[in-house]
């Protein structure tokens, strides 16, 4: 016997519903799991359901790529952790839909699926500095702690720092007289700001491009090499997807990491580089950030003016113990109401204990009429890296982003800093340290 066309609609309807309850529970799947990956502080594994509310993390050889339930992509690239806050796609009603996705630190890719282009006034890709809106968009961001770097490769981004009505809580793009826009058109720049600046700075440069803090795998959808991009006219899902398509990756698998080749930097090659990268004060620039790119080195900090790389083969090895460094070399600024005055760096001292991994650092910010002592303590990282949270926090009343290279004895270390003095003064400059003999 029939089911009468009545019952047979009522199913249809309860099926459909349950459908659409299954779509907005699930924020989409783990398709590709490269070296250390956790989902929940668990190993992910391809085919793991990502739910919203999910925590997102990959260790220095890791990579995560996640197939939204809208067919969208989110990319982690190495050292990144991620949160996906929430992802609910409504397909009768888009305007209910919500997304919010927040990068902590690291490299991520943002690939815009069908339900976020229907809906996407209620987007929302959030960083500790930044709050990002999308037109529909493929885009990538770096951020740490105190500087987020935008770019896009296909349709356009709005950023906005917090503040001024702009709020981490909120949902949907930050759109104000202090928000700027950025499109895939505008193909070698970023969108830059960094923790408390109150517009995004629009910045040229192929070594600022987050591409270059971390390179993409070489499959990664859509791009050619480690580097380049492939930009096309169709700005659709599937075809933003080339070479990997969406079946190749529906049938990924954990891939283990293996040991990269080692490489040794020769001795006339600096591991860390380090200095002014753009024209201040009537003082040029001490480097140019694209070639230095094109000779292995990436970003590892960047504050303001000044800008600190490490080249791709430097080695790190860390020591045991403790070790004390001294000042080789710095650049420094007071910035007032638009002004530059250059500054130097006195009675400067660097301590790393490598056993408990942490540092401290000190030093006098010295110019003219001003002697100002800056401080900062903080974490150091398995890969070199190290860093103070902010400079609010106890023992710290500057903020500081560097890394390290070399083992032992020969060990060298590089950092950037930043400090607000007050609401119209901010100090930043960039240092290089050698263990003291």
Known sequence: MGIHTPIRHLLAAVLFSLATVCWAGEAGKVVLSVGEVR?????????????????????????????????????????????????????????????????????????????????RQNFRFNTPIAAIGVRGTDFTVFTDAQTTRIAVLSGGVVVSGFGQGCSPEGNGPCESPNSRELFARQSAEVLQISRGQQVPELIRGKALLPDANTPPLPDEPGKTSRNSIRRSTDTSLESSLVPLKLAELDKATVVNGSTAPTVTLPNSVAPISWGRWKTIAEQSASINLDTLSAEGYRMAALTGDFALL?????????????????????????QRNGATQLASLENASLSIDFDRSRFATQFDLVSQDIRLTRQAQGNVGSDGSFSSASQFLE????????????????????????????????????ALWGVKK
């Open 395 to 430: 023992g710290n009343n500057m903020t500081v982003q560097g890394v390290l290279a070399g083992s032992q004895a020969s060990t060298q270390a590089g950092y950037t800093f930043q400090s607000r003095i007050d609401d119209l003064t901010v100090a930043t400059g960039v």
């Open 39 to 119: 989902l929940q502080g668990q190993p992910a594994k391809a085919g793991n359901s990502v739910q919203p509310g999910d925590h997102l993390s990959t260790g220095a050889d890791g990579y995560l790529y996640i197939k939204t339930v809208d067919n969208g992509f989110l990319i982690l690239r190495p050292n990144s952790e991620a949160s996906i806050v929430a992802y609910q796609a409504d397909t009768d009603t888009p305007a209910n839909s919500r997304f919010k996705i927040e990068l902590q630190q690291g490299v991520a890719r943002s690939i815009s699926g069908q339900a976020v282009k229907n809906a």
């Open 310 to 334: 490490r080249h791709q083969n430097a080695s790190w090895q860390a020591p045991t113990g403790s070790l004390n460094f001294a000042l080789q070399g710095s650049m420094a600024q007071f």
